[in-house]
Every structure is written in C-alpha cells, then in structure tokens.
C-alpha cells in the first residue's frame, strides 16, 4: 500500500500574503500474513513514511524518516488463542522504539470469553502537533505508553 497525504495552509492578514504551512507525508507498507497450520498465523510487515514540511517560517527539522517493522503471531488451539506481536520503530528525529503485545483468552462458553492482554506503544508527534501556527508545541515529545487488561 503506498499513500500520499498533504495539508496546505496560507494565511492573510488585511488581504495581503502573511504565512504558509505546508505538511506532507508519503507512506509505504508491506504485510505478507503465512498461514503456518490451521488455527496458526504469521504476519510480516514493513512500514516506510516521510514527513516534510515547507514554512515560511524555518523550523530545526523539516524532514524525517520513520520505519517500522513488525511481527504478529496469531494462534488457537481448543477454547484458547493467543496473539504476540513486536514492532520496532527507527524514527529519525525520535529514535528507537520497541513495542509489543501479547494476549491469550479462553472461551467460557459461546457466549462468554475470558482474556488477559498486555501491549507498549510508541508514538512520535507529527510536524502539525509540533509546529502549527499558534497551536503547535516544539517541545513536545514521542508518546510512549502500557496497557494492561
């Protein structure tokens, strides 16, 4: 999958050319899922985005690279099933991050499952949540996070 994404913003005062914003992201991503037997699942991924900005205003960094690859298996045996994942991403103005998740669950009844999970995540800002006019921080930073259930 390959997808181009583009925010323009030129702002007037009394008419007259006063500031441009401009922010776009291209993105690739490849997944190959392989079943390995019935009830199990292999999934493969790559994930390229490049993030620009053009500003009449001049920012310290108007570029960057993010890539990310991912594994997942998904797997069920009986009443139970599991799902393990691990991502690592390479952010180039935020660095490394490795993530992942797993869960396992266990059908009660066919109307009544019981599941336990537990995952990281990471999230870098985008350059609209860092530099917008009047709106965006420059000192924010990536977003990481735990989730237990």
Known sequence: HAGRSEDKADAYQDGRFYSRFDTRRDSLSWQNDLTLAEGH???LGYDWQKDEI???EAFSVDS????GWFAQYLGQYGRQDWQLSLRRD???QFGVHDTGSAAWGYALSDA???????GTAFKAPTFNELYYPDYGNPDLDA???RSLE
Do not use: G
């Open 112 to 118: 009544l499952r019981f599941t336990v999970s537990y």
């Open 54 to 56: 053009s500003s009449s």
């Open 41 to 43: 699942v292999l999934t």
């Open 64 to 67: 960057r690279l993010n890539k």
């Open 143 to 145: 977003e990481t996070s």
């Open 90 to 92: 390479d952010n180039q």
